[in-house]
């Protein structure tokens, strides 16, 4: 039936049929092989990971416990003294989300700075010489790779306790991760500008003024605002290694089983987080438009 | 030898004239202005409000470099064994932490995706739900499921996968939406039922997308996987934070190191993969 829909001679049909399954049959094979793979990946992983699943399978009822006990007792005749006894602290942590948001900014700041220096070292459009490139390179990764609570803990040893040593680990981050990206900006600028204001009689510095800052700048903000939103987010834990903000006092509050501690202070956390994002959304926008306009 | 020449007033009004773009826009001068002076002021506020002392900065500059100097040469000291037993564990906190985070998030990205699931609410609920999800860091996820399941790495699997799933729901919705209508209408056109749509006109499409994301996850996974150990969760972490606080800097050192190179091999194999998966185009992941 098949044989004459396809009106083939049969030995013909048959060869290219033999080709088709021995294809299906290698995709098969290698998909067989890749799960074979995978499967034993998993068994290892989870004899070294100690995964349990008749212990996890016994506590597992813990989990819609822990969710059921964040949820604070409110009552819809008494709600706005509910809500304020849940959230009965606040004011201070207000205050703490505050320092938080600072933490994070100073961190940003003094990151995009440090990137801005190096980053034209890094690139190779307007650094020739290979070892400062290299150089400039590899300390940018290294700067990037270490996570930063592990700076933070470093530092929180040297520095002592407190918001100094979260920013300065958050700069750090931020330095090696924006370096990179602002370099490969820098990498592809339009280069005429350059060789104009070369020819102009200009140094390096004037040339990077007028002639490739024009070109970055609004590039360049628009990484630092999105490396704000992350920084944001990595500032509400530093205070778990003692690096400020509001983070050990959500330590302590999921340490010691204050649920609706922790639920109000994950509340005002997540809805930081949202708003900061819909703002430096709405401002890398208006640069990106501001950027195609001048 | 003649010295630079100097524009005459009458040829500067002339160049004023034809490019005023380059001569005006004071408006913007002082817009720029404002905003340097803003956010000077924000760092001011910052500095004074978290009591940033030059003094503390100097003393702890000293600090950092007797730290540096303590931590050469790096060396293992006598615990290779634990520190490579945690690498170990580690690598399998991060993979198996991906891997159940992509299977929870699969069923959810489904019921994500505005072209599978019409209902606006049910699609709107669920990324939010998904959001939420991800607003929590996972440092955060791992301090409660360290309540929830104890002390140790499982909790750490737990923690990659919750924090995962919100990732990745959003992400597979997104490229299950993304996805061309074409083929599944060319299915359904040869007589194929909608199951049959879904087998050869989206999983084709879908599935490199979606892998690759998975790998990518997985790379920064290990990256997570090396600190959440700071609380508790299993992995290196925690040799690392032991071993800061009783300053063996040249076993901080090694760890450090460890993390680096184990990190740059993930990341080479990874990227190997994911090239032999979709091919070597640029991919949009994140």
Same mark, same amino acid.
């Given at each position: 039936?098949?044989?004459?829909?396809?009106?083939?001679?049969?030995?013909?049909?048959?060869?290219?049929?033999?080709?088709?399954?021995?294809?299906?049959?290698?995709? !098969? *094979?290698?998909?067989?092989?890749?799960?074979?793979?995978?499967?034993?990946?998993?068994?290892?992983?989870?004899?070294?990971?100690?995964?349990?699943?008749?212990?996890?399978?016994?506590?597992?009822?813990?989990?819609?416990?822990?969710?059921?006990?964040?949820?604070?007792?409110?009552?819809?005749?008494?709600?706005?003294?509910?809500?304020?006894?849940?959230?009965?602290?606040?004011?201070?942590?207000?205050?703490?989300?505050?320092?938080?948001?600072?933490?994070?900014?100073?961190?940003?700041?003094?990151?995009?700075?440090?990137?801005?220096?190096?980053?034209?070292?890094? @690139? #190779?459009?307007?650094?020739?010489?290979?070892?400062?490139?290299?150089?400039?390179?590899?300390?940018?990764?290294?700067? *990037?790779?270490?996570?930063?609570?592990?700076?933070?803990?470093?530092?929180?040893?040297?520095?002592?306790?407190?918001?100094?040593?979260?920013?300065?680990?958050?700069?750090? %981050?931020?330095?090696?991760?924006?370096?990179?990206?602002?370099?490969?900006?820098?990498?592809?600028? /339009?280069?005429?500008?350059?060789?104009?204001?070369?020819?102009?009689?200009?140094? !390096?510095?004037?040339?990077?003024?007028?002639?490739?800052?024009?070109?970055?700048?609004?590039?360049?903000? @628009?990484?630092?605002?999105? !490396?704000?939103?992350?920084?944001?987010?990595?500032?509400?834990?530093?205070?778990?290694?003692?690096?400020?903000?509001?983070?050990?006092?959500?330590?302590?509050?999921?340490?010691?089983?204050?649920?609706?501690?922790? @639920?109000?202070?994950?509340?005002?956390?997540? &809805?930081?987080?949202?708003?900061?994002?819909?703002?430096?959304?709405?401002?890398?926008?208006?640069?990106?438009?501001?950027? /195609?306009?001048? | 030898?003649?010295?630079?020449?100097?524009?005459?007033?009458?040829?500067?009004?002339?160049?004023?004239?034809?490019?005023? &773009?380059?001569?005006?826009?004071? !408006?913007?001068?002082?817009?720029?202005? #404002?905003?340097?002076?803003?956010?000077?002021?924000?760092?001011?506020?910052?500095?004074?409000?978290?009591?940033?002392?030059?003094?503390?900065?100097?003393?702890?500059?000293?600090?950092?470099?007797?730290?540096?100097?303590?931590?050469?040469?790096?060396?293992?000291?006598?615990?290779?064994?634990?520190?490579?037993?945690?690498?170990?564990?580690?690598?399998?906190? &991060?993979?198996?932490?991906?891997?159940? $985070?992509?299977?929870?998030?699969?069923?959810?990205?489904?019921?994500?995706?505005?072209?599978?699931?019409? =209902?606006?609410?049910? %699609?709107? &609920?669920?990324?939010?739900?998904?959001?939420?999800?991800?607003?929590?860091?996972?440092?955060?996820?791992?301090?409660?499921?360290?309540?929830?399941?104890?002390?140790?790495?499982?909790?750490?699997?737990?923690?990659?996968?919750?924090?995962?799933?919100?990732?990745?729901?959003?992400?597979?919705?997104?490229?299950?939406?993304?996805? /061309?209508?074409?083929?599944?209408?060319?299915?359904?056109?040869?007589?194929?039922?909608?199951?049959?749509?879904?087998?050869?006109?989206?999983?084709?499409?879908?599935?490199?997308?979606?892998?690759?994301?998975?790998?990518?996850?997985?790379?920064? =996974?290990?990256?997570?996987?090396?600190?959440?150990?700071?609380?508790?969760?299993?992995?290196?972490?925690?040799?690392?934070?032991?071993?800061?606080?009783?300053?063996?800097?040249?076993?901080?050192?090694?760890?450090?190191?460890?993390?680096?190179?184990?990190?740059?091999?993930? /990341?080479?194999?990874?990227?190997?993969?994911?090239?032999?998966?979709? $091919?070597?185009?640029?991919?949009?992941? $994140?």
């Amino acid at each position: 039936m098949t044989a004459n829909a396809l009106r083939l001679p049969p030995e013909q049909a048959a060869h290219l049929l033999g080709h088709y399954r021995a294809g299906v049959a290698a995709k !098969r *094979r290698r998909l067989v092989l890749g799960m074979v793979v995978l499967a034993i990946a998993v068994v290892l992983a989870g004899i070294g990971g100690e995964v349990d699943i008749p212990k996890f399978l016994a506590n597992s009822h813990r989990l819609p416990a822990y969710v059921w006990n964040l949820a604070p007792p409110l009552s819809w005749a008494n709600l706005g003294n509910d809500i304020a006894e849940w959230f009965w602290n606040f004011d201070g942590w207000l205050l703490l989300l505050g320092d938080t948001l600072l933490i994070a900014y100073l961190g940003t700041l003094l990151g995009v700075g440090g990137a801005f220096v190096l980053c034209f070292a890094a @690139s #190779a459009n307007l650094e020739r010489r290979p070892w400062i490139r290299f150089v400039a390179r590899r300390l940018l990764e290294f700067c *990037r790779t270490v996570p930063e609570l592990v700076f933070a803990l470093l530092f929180v040893m040297a520095f002592g306790l407190g918001a100094l040593p979260g920013f300065l680990a958050l700069a750090i %981050h931020t330095m090696g991760a924006l370096g990179k990206l602002f370099a490969e900006v820098v990498e592809n600028i /339009d280069m005429k500008p350059v060789e104009g204001t070369i020819a102009a009689g200009a140094g !390096r510095l004037v040339s990077i003024r007028f002639a490739v800052l024009p070109q970055v700048l609004s590039n360049f903000a @628009s990484y630092a605002l999105l !490396r704000f939103e992350i920084n944001v987010r990595s500032a509400a834990v530093m205070g778990f290694v003692g690096a400020g903000g509001i983070g050990s006092d959500l330590m302590v509050a999921i340490r010691k089983f204050y649920y609706t501690d922790v @639920s109000a202070m994950l509340i005002m956390i997540i &809805a930081t987080v949202m708003v900061i994002d819909l703002l430096t959304e709405q401002l890398r926008h208006r640069l990106i438009g501001l950027g /195609d306009r001048t | 030898m003649t010295g630079p020449r100097w524009t005459t007033g009458v040829e500067a009004a002339a160049i004023r004239a034809r490019y005023p &773009a380059a001569f005006e826009g004071t !408006r913007e001068r002082i817009a720029a202005a #404002a905003i340097v002076a803003t956010m000077l002021a924000l760092a001011g506020l910052a500095v004074w409000r978290l009591d940033v002392s030059f003094a503390r900065l100097g003393t702890g500059l000293v600090q950092i470099a007797a730290i540096v100097g303590g931590m050469f040469p790096p060396t293992p000291g006598t615990h290779l064994a634990v520190f490579m037993h945690a690498l170990g564990e580690t690598l399998a906190i &991060a993979f198996l932490g991906t891997l159940t $985070g992509a299977l929870i998030a699969l069923p959810l990205g489904l019921l994500a995706a505005k072209t599978i699931v019409p =209902n606006v609410f049910a %699609h709107f &609920a669920v990324r939010r739900v998904l959001d939420t999800i991800r607003g929590v860091d996972v440092l955060i996820w791992a301090l409660i499921f360290i309540n929830v399941v104890g002390l140790g790495p499982f909790a750490g699997i737990l923690a990659i996968a919750a924090s995962d799933t919100g990732s990745f729901g959003k992400l597979f919705s997104e490229a299950i939406e993304n996805a /061309d209508r074409k083929p599944v209408d060319g299915v359904l056109s040869t007589g194929g039922s909608a199951l049959h749509a879904i087998r050869w006109g989206l999983v084709p499409q879908v599935v490199p997308v979606i892998a690759s994301q998975i790998l990518y996850y997985f790379e920064s =996974n290990t990256r997570s996987a090396t600190i959440i150990g700071i609380v508790g969760a299993g992995g290196i972490g925690l040799h690392l934070a032991e071993q800061i606080r009783v300053l063996e800097w040249g076993q901080v050192a090694f760890l450090v190191l460890l993390i680096l190179v184990t990190v740059a091999i993930i /990341d080479l194999v990874s990227s190997r993969l994911r090239f032999a998966i979709i $091919g070597r185009s640029t991919v949009e992941v $994140g």
